[in-house]
C-alpha cells in the first residue's frame, strides 16, 4: 500500500474509559433512528469484505460465524459487506442477484439477530462493478488481448497482423507508450478494466436503463431476507461512485455535469424506494471526495448528499477515496486493487501517515457535509468512519455535531467485543487495532480476512473455525466478561 512520504509513525491512543454509568449517559450509547428503525446506540460497523461466501456467492456457515461474532459485541448497526447484485460469478463474495440467495441470508439475518438478543440492527450494502481483468504476462497480451488496430498497422506499415503482434511483444515499455493508445497501454501495464465512459460497449451504454431495477430487486429480496435495511454503495471504484464522480465524461446526459452525474444514483435510489416502500430503511455509502486527480470533491459531494437527503434516504455513510485511477501497478497476474495508492491511503489509513494521520482523516469533510445538510433544514443522519478507536474520540465528534452516528471499521475487526466492553466499563480490557493494515493485505490477496492480533490465538480452542491451511482462526477469541 502507498504511503505518505513524511512517513510518520502513530500510536493509536484511545485515551481514558468511561464507567458502565458515564457510558450509560454518553451519546455514543444513545439511541438514533434511522427512518422507521432506531439504533439502540450510535455504533455502527462499515461493511467489509471478509472473503468467506461460497464460489457460488452463497452465505456459507463461516459468513455466519463471522457476522454472528460481531453481533455478539451488540453494536447498533452491522453492515453486511458489499453484495452483488447481478448473477454473475464473482469468487466468493455475496451476492443478492437472484431468489435463490434469500434463503441463505435469512440464515444470516437469523444468526445475527439471535447473537445479539436483538439489539443490533442490521443492513446489507448493495453493490453493482464493472469488470476488472488481471494484469496479463506481455507476451500473452500482444498475443491474444490487443485488438490490432489502423493505428498500429499505421505505425508498421506493410506488416501482417499476426507480424504486427510480434513486434509489439519485443518493443520497451517507452516505445510502446508512443505506438499504443493510452488506453491500451494502460490495459497492458495494469490489467483491462471497464469503466463507466466505455459507452461503445452496449451493457455499459445501458447501465442507466439496467442498474435501477437490478437494485431495485436486490433490496425487495433484502427486505424478504430479513434485513432492517439497504446502504446503496457509491463510493469508492465502483460503478455508482464512477457515475459521480467528476472524472465520468458521459455525453447520454448521465455524465458531465453534477446535475447529471446524480442522475442515476438518484433514478437508483427511486427504484428501490418503489419497490420496498416508504417504512423501509434505504441509504448510501458515499465518497466525501474521491482523493484523485480531476475527481469529485467536496462542493460536488456536498450537493450531491442534498439531493440524496431531499429526495428521502434514511442515513448517509461517509467514505472517501479508494479508487483505481491512482492504484498501484499490479505485478503480471495479479489484479489491480482500488486502495493501494493515495486514494486508497485515504480511504484505509495506515499508522504511517503524514502530519494529519490516520485518525478521524475524514472528520472535517463529513462535518462540513453534515453542516451542511442542516443549514439546509435536513435531518438525515450522517455516519462518520476511518481510524476511530477510542471512546472520548468517538464522544468528540458526536457532541461537536460532526456525525451521527460513528463507524469503526478495523477496529471492530480487531476487537468485536468493542462496543459490549466499553458500555460495560471494561474499556481498557479492549484489543486495540494497530492501523498495520494486514487484514486489507489479506483483502487484496482475495484471501480470508483476519485479524493480525488475534489470528495465532489458541488454534487449538474446541470448535475454533480455522483457515483450511489450519494456520489462522477465523473468528476472534470469546471474552468473557469479569464477575460483578
Ligand atoms: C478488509 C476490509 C474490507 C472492506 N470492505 C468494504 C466493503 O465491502 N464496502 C465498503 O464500503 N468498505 C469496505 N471497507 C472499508 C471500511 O468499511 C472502512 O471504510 C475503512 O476500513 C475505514 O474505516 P476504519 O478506519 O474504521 O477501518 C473494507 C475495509 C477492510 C479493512
Ligand atoms: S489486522 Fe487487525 S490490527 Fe491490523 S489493521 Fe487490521 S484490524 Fe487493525
Redesign the pocket.
Known amino acids: 500500500m502507498w504511503k505518505p512520504p513524511e512517513r510518520i509513525e502513530f500510536t493509536p491512543d484511545p485515551g481514558p474509559w468511561p464507567t458502565a454509568k458515564e457510558a450509560r449517559a454518553s451519546r455514543l450509547f444513545s439511541p438514533v433512528k434511522i427512518g422507521p428503525v432506531t439504533l439502540e446506540q450510535r455504533t455502527w460497523i462499515p461493511a467489509m469484505v471478509p472473503w468467506r461466501a461460497t464460489g457460488e456467492g452463497e452465505v456459507s456457515q463461516d459468513v455466519i460465524d463471522w457476522y454472528a461474532r460481531f453481533a455478539k459485541g451488540r453494536p447498533g448497526a452491522i453492515v453486511i459487506e458489499a453484495t452483488g447484485i447481478r448473477d454473475i460469478p464473482s469468487g466468493p463474495l455475496l451476492r443478492i442477484g437472484d431468489d435463490r440467495y434469500i434463503e441463505g441470508l435469512s440464515r444470516l439475518v437469523e444468526a445475527v439477530r439471535k447473537a445479539s438478543g436483538g439489539h443490533t440492527r442490521l443492513f446489507i450494502q448493495l453493490i453493482d462493478f464493472l469488470a476488472v481483468r488481471r494484469r496479463p504476462a506481455k507476451a500473452k497480451f500482444f498475443e491474444s488481448h490487443l485488438a490490432i488496430t489502423d493505428e498500429h498497422r499505421a505505425h508498421l506499415a506493410g506488416e501482417s497482423d499476426a507480424a504486427i503482434r510480434t513486434a509489439l511483444a519485443a518493443m520497451d515499455d517507452k516505445t510502446l507508450r508512443d505506438v499504443l493508445s493510452d488506453r491500451e497501454f494502460d490495459s497492458y501495464s495494469r490489467g483491462y478494466r471497464e469503466r463507466v465512459t466505455d459507452t461503445h460497449l452496449p451493457h455499459v451504454a445501458d447501465l442507466p436503463e439496467k442498474l435501477p431495477a437490478m437494485f431495485a430487486a436486490a433490496a425487495l429480496r433484502a427486505k424478504r431476507a430479513g434485513f432492517d435495511g439497504v446502504e446503496l454503495h457509491y463510493a469508492h471504484a465502483y460503478t455508482m461512485a464512477s457515475f459521480l464522480s467528476a472524472l465520468n465524461t458521459r455525453t447520454d446526459g448521465y455524465g458531465g455535469p453534477r446535475e447529471n452525474r446524480v442522475k442515476l444514483p438518484l433514478e437508483v435510489y427511486r427504484a428501490v424506494r418503489q419497490a420496498v416502500g416508504e417504512d423501509y430503511p434505504v441509504g448510501c455509502r458515499m465518497l466525501t471526495e474521491d482523493c484523485i486527480e480531476g475527481g469529485s470533491e467536496l462542493a460536488d459531494t456536498s450537493w450531491f448528499a442534498m439531493q440524496f437527503a431531499a429526495s428521502g434516504m434514511d442515513f448517509i455513510s461517509f467514505s472517501r477515496g479508494g479508487k483505481f485511477e491512482d492504484a498501484l501497478t499490479p505485478a503480471p497476474g495479479q489484479a489491480i486493487y482500488p486502495y493501494t495508492g493515495p486514494s486508497g491511503y485515504e480511504c484505509m489509513p495506515h499508522y504511517i501517515s503524514d502530519e494529519r494521520g490516520p485518525f478521524g482523516r475524514n472528520r472535517p469533510a463529513v462535518a462540513a457535509i453534515r453542516q451542511a445538510l442542516r443549514d439546509a433544514g435536513h435531518q438525515v443522519p450522517v455516519v462518520l468512519a476511518g481510524g476511530i478507536h477510542g471512546f472520548q474520540q468517538a464522544e468528540q465528534y458526536l457532541r461537536e455535531g460532526e456525525a451521527d452516528i460513528i463507524g469503526m471499521a ?2 471492530t ?2 476487537d468485536p467485543d468493542w462496543f459490549a466492553k466499553v458500555a460495560s466499563g471494561h474499556g481498557s480490557q479492549t484489543r486495540q ?8 493485505g489479506l483483502d487484496q490477496k482475495h484471501k480470508i480476512v ?4 488475534w489470528d495465532r490465538e489458541a488454534l487449538d480452542e474446541p470448535g475454533a473455525p480455522l483457515t483450511p491451511d489450519g494456520k489462522r482462526r477465523m473468528v476472534a477469541p470469546e471474552w468473557t466478561p469479569p464477575a460483578p
Do not use: D, G
Not at 433 to 440: D, F, H
Not at 450 to 453: A, R
Open positions: 478495523r477496529q475487526l480487531a487495532c494497530k492501523y498495520s493494515n494486514y487484514c486489507e483476519t485479524c493480525q492480533l
